[in-house]
């Protein structure tokens, strides 16, 4: 950089005495022709005045050059030659915050906006993973140790799980959160912790608002997380099976098989909502949910209205019926609401019909899933899976969110890699072994930290290190009391910056004779993790070395770095 500056130097300098000396003359042949009219204090008095404003004259035309001289060498495109190829390996170290230390690890979620219609609080997130190696071999088999916090990486959140398979890493859980619809959610999982109690807090999970939420996913009984208890009872056979989400129950029966929960108060407004997917039309007003008296109308979904007819029908003192036909062996999103003049339907999130609709009290009946309050000849022949009742009318922008989150998690949200605090026992240093370092850029980077002849040739060794790889580019010290094993983490250079890279880690003191040395170590890219011991103290570090060899590297950039990922003892 300073060799660069030079040249820049001289010149201005040159261009500075042309001006000077040139100014001289003319202020000099000035104050001659006036002094030949002028004598004694006068002549003392003229010149003392008429030196002020060439003094400032002077200074303003120096400040000029000055700007001009910077402008030119900054649009010249001398600072982007400079700096191409920029190859600064980074190190990162311990994220700024993390849960608790107990908990070994985390994956960042990332919940899109643009999937989210409203500004929305306490929402209940479907996280959804089908399979996870990283739970499957970290995470307690039960899945006891994972957790949910906010977006500061620190408050932890209320989360129901739903199901978890400790062999599989298969995951369904509820979060309890805020969204947005301008900004991404964001969310981390943590998990690994082999001590932890069940972190799970499935009562605030959800709102005091929700009557009941049953996630159909067990045999028997099934459980309702509003109660906290299987209040949903089973009579006759009602199978589990793989539902839309997780597992679902089953029934193809007809009215002998269904679940039931006792009397519960429903409110003046209501909004039930759930998944339905129907086999057969055994007979028109098939239940899916009932809550009716045996010799009255209450409050229930219908389907079919007549047997051959694919439309539904919500009752809830009076009749609306869908515009929208469901298909056989398919999976619906139903909502109904009443606002207590209003009815309303949704098919899938979005707004199928409404009509003038007075809400009935069914609070001294029990809920029937999968047949009728009347018990003859309405039952159900399909599946259901999550069903809810709310007290209120949710929001079309609700009921809308809900679909896209559990009609499509993996594209509701994104999951990160996984992430490890690391242990302040391992220390990043620098070439002499005593400064600790979060980071390290290269070439500009201090102390010690060169590369050999930068420039944007290609095929151009670059190595970083000093006296013919004599030196390390960094030094791992471990501070701690013991011998830990440091894993970590080397991606290679972005955007086709190098043709080949190579990186060796020695014990302190087995420097690299010289760069060619380094040919016998291994590349590596961002799929692989490396474990080195590092034991305690000092004269145990563990040096890293650095060399690569420049591709096509004109007008590019590149970015290579070392990530540690965590320690064990």
């Known amino acids: 950089m300073k060799a660069m500056r030079y040249p820049i130097v001289k010149i201005s300098r040159f261009l500075l005495a042309l001006l000077e000396k040139s100014h ?50 900054i649009f010249s495109g001398w600072p982007r030659i400079w700096q191409k190829p920029r190859i600064p390996p980074e190190i990162q170290v311990a994220q700024a915050a993390w849960y608790n230390s107990s908990w070994q690890y985390r994956k960042k979620i990332t919940i899109d906006y643009t999937k989210v219609s409203a500004t929305l609080t306490n ?11 990283d739970l499957a071999t970290k995470a307690q088999d039960n899945g006891n140790d994972i957790l949910f916090t906010s977006s500061d990486e620190i408050t932890k959140i209320p989360h129901e799980i739903e199901s978890f398979n400790g062999t599989t890493g298969a995951l369904v859980a509820w979060v309890k959160t805020d969204l947005s619809n301008t900004v991404d959610t964001v969310l981390y999982m943590y998990y690994g912790n082999a001590a932890a109690a069940n972190q799970q807090n499935i009562t605030d999970t959800w709102e005091a608002n929700w009557k009941t939420v049953t996630h159909l996913a067990k045999t028997g009984d099934d459980f309702d997380s509003i109660s906290g208890t299987n209040a949903y009872v089973q009579t006759g056979t009602v199978s589990s099976v793989t539902g839309k989400i997780g597992l679902a129950r089953n029934s193809d029966s007809g009215d002998a098989n269904y679940l039931q929960k006792a009397a519960f108060p429903v409110p003046t407004t209501i909004t039930v909502m759930g998944w339905v997917n129907f ?15 045996a010799d009255a109308g209450g409050l229930d979904l219908e389907y079919p209205i007549a047997v051959g007819t694919n439309n539904f029908r919500w009752w809830d003192g009076s009749t609306l019926d869908s515009i929208g036909l469901l298909a056989l062996d398919t999976w619906y999103f139903i909502v109904t609401t009443n606002d207590g003049t209003t009815g309303r339907i949704y098919i899938n999130g979005s707004l199928d019909n409404s009509a003038d609709q007075t809400h009935t009290d069914m609070s001294a009946n029990p809920l029937y899933l999968f047949r009728s ?26 009921i809308q969110t809900t679909y896209n989150n559990q009609n499509s998690p993996s594209t509701f949200y994104t999951l990160g890699s996984e992430e490890s605090e690391f242990s302040t026992a391992i220390e990043i240093r620098a070439q002499n072994y005593t400064t600790s370092v979060s980071s390290i850029t290269f070439p500009e980077a201090e102390p010690g930290a060169t590369v050999s002849n930068p420039s944007n040739s290609e095929n151009e060794t670059q190595t970083f290190g000093s006296a013919g790889m004599a030196k390390p580019v960094i030094t791992l010290y471990n501070g701690g009391a013991s011998t830990l094993t440091i894993w970590y983490n080397i991606t290679t250079f972005t955007n086709s910056v190098v043709s080949s890279e190579y990186y060796l880690i020695n014990d302190k003191g087995a420097a690299c004779a010289n760069g060619d040395a380094i040919n016998n170590a291994v590349t590596f890219d961002a799929d692989t993790n490396t474990a080195t011991t590092i034991a305690a103290g000092a004269g145990n570090e563990k040096d890293l070395y650095l060399k690569v060899i420049l591709s096509s590297v004109a007008g590019k950039t590149g970015t290579s770095s070392l990530t540690i990922l965590g320690e064990t003892p």
Do not use: C, N
């Open 24 to 73: 001289h003359k003319v202020a000099e042949a000035a104050r001659r022709r006036r002094e030949r009219s002028l004598t004694g204090l006068a002549r003392l008095e003229v010149r003392r005045h008429q030196r002020l404003p060439f003094r400032y004259l002077r200074k303003g035309l120096l400040m000029g050059l000055v700007f001009v001289l910077v402008t030119g060498w």
């Open 123 to 133: 929402f209940p997130v479907l996280i959804s993973l089908a399979e996870d190696a």
């Open 279 to 293: 086999d057969t039309q055994l007979w028109a007003y098939m239940r899916p949910m009932s809550r009716e008296p």
């Open 373 to 398: 309050g009347k018990g003859i000849s309405r039952g159900m022949d399909g599946m259901i899976d999550e069903f809810r009742m709310y007290a209120g009318e949710l929001t079309a922008e609700y």
